[in-house]
């Protein structure tokens, strides 16, 4: 919610999402609602160079796969602590009202089941930060199907925006994992759950790391939702947690263990690489990336020689598959197969 005067000496290009065939014509039409409502408003949008202004961020989140009308979820974040407010905090309820009206009547065209939540943010921080989200209609999440499973979304938990593709990369990685009944499934970085839920019925167990609180809520019921009882998620940061997961599986669990990572655009932590490489009976991870270049860097901590930071025998990549997640646009998800082999020593010439 920015001029573009406000961003342009940042390198960030702020412009209507008319024509981008990437976004939808409910969140057009949501976009273009919200967009007429501030041109008029009393409070002015936020300036990241002054700290000032009242409107921050519309997050939208959209269902694709759950019925007709699809359900939608709006978040509105605005700055707490504004001076054109000079402390009237009734002042800020009268405009966030007049803005979730405004959002409901006329009905949006084409129709929703519109949900709309509010986040007040101090500072300036990211507005997707861990403020408490307050749900003004509706419920605080969407609910989306994938894979004949049921996944709660809440506004921050990450979860792939094009479900059609989602399903076929979800797809894809069940095959690559090579599930059986004994099989533990490690999944890094899990977001709300969905690539380890979709695996339970057939693996024997799965543990999920994610750092995003509100992720780990949903993950959980998300488990419930859909009657699995074999999994569970844990809330902490994968580098801190990984190892301490490793050392706590059995035996057998650790012979038949699959890691799955699926970081966020920076890559891994080195220390869940260590971690990972100096389990010695994991055999297989499965890399999902956003950003090949991260992958890279952290293909050069799976794959480098033994030594005492880097245990174990080094991993080998032995398939990287495309995704095209993102149509009409340059970005390509990357899935990449690691295997660990035996390093046999080279004849002598």
């Known amino acids: 919610l920015a001029q573009p005067s406000q961003v342009r000496l940042m390198g960030v290009a702020v412009g209507p999402p008319d024509g981008c065939r990437n976004v939808s014509p409910q969140m057009l039409a949501a976009v273009a609602r919200v967009q007429s409502y501030l041109e008029n408003s009393a409070l002015p949008p936020y300036n990241k160079f002054t700290g000032q202004g009242f409107w921050r961020l519309m997050t939208v989140r959209q269902t694709f796969n759950s019925g007709d009308p699809p359900a939608m979820l709006i978040v509105i974040a605005v700055q707490h602590r504004c001076s054109e407010l000079a402390g009237d905090e009734a002042k800020a309820e009268r405009e966030l009202q007049s803005l979730i009206d405004h959002l409901q009547e006329p009905p949006l065209d084409p129709p929703v089941r519109l949900s709309i939540a509010t986040q007040r943010c101090d500072g300036r921080g990211e507005a997707s930060g861990p403020a408490a989200i307050i749900s ?63 695996m339970a019925a057939i693996a024997k167990r799965i543990i999920g790391i994610e750092v995003n609180d509100d992720a780990v809520t949903d993950a959980r019921a998300n488990a419930k939702l859909n009657g699995i009882d074999n999994a569970m998620f844990i809330s902490s940061k994968a580098e801190l947690a990984t190892r301490n997961v490793l ?69 080998i990549p032995v398939h990287a598959y495309p995704m095209d997640m993102f149509p009409d646009t340059e970005h390509c998800e990357l899935v990449v197969v690691l295997e660990r082999r035996a390093v046999r020593p080279q004849p002598e010439p």
């Open 136 to 198: 003004r209609v509706g419920e605080a999440f969407v609910e989306e199907s994938l894979l004949g499973l049921r996944f709660r979304i809440s506004a921050h938990s990450f979860f792939q925006v094009n479900t059609a593709a989602a399903e076929r990369l979800y797809t894809l990685l069940r095959s690559l994992c090579e599930l059986g009944p004994d099989t533990v499934v490690l999944d890094v970085c899990c977001g709300t759950g969905t690539i380890g839920l979709s």
């Open 247 to 315: 050392e706590q599986l059995t035996v057998d669990e650790r012979r038949s263990l699959v890691a799955v990572v699926d970081p966020p655009r920076a890559g891994l932590h080195n220390d869940v690489i260590k971690a990972l490489r100096s389990c010695l009976p994991l055999k297989r991870i499965i890399y999902i990336s956003c950003h090949a270049p991260a992958f890279v860097r952290n293909a050069i901590g799976f794959c480098r020689p033994t030594s005492k930071a880097f245990e174990g025998e080094p991993f």
